[in-house]
């Protein structure tokens, strides 16, 4: 839940809601209406804080 608070926290005023969908195979993006801003599938590791 770490990460649902970073994106609240940094994208309040361009979202409307937050939903976080489980995904397979260790794949894990983060999209804000819509558009991918992070793909730990790409990067090869989870978001860092901050």
Do not use: W
């Not at 409307?16 to 991918?36: E, S, Y």
Request: glycine share 10%; charged share 20%; with cysteine.
């Amino acid at each position: 839940m770490r990460v649902a608070h970073e994106i609240m926290s940094e994208c309040q005023h361009q979202m409307v809601a937050l939903t976080l969908l489980p995904g397979d195979k260790g794949i894990f993006d983060v999209k804000v209406n819509g558009t991918l801003i992070y793909s730990k599938h790409a990067t090869g590791r989870f978001p860092e804080p901050g």
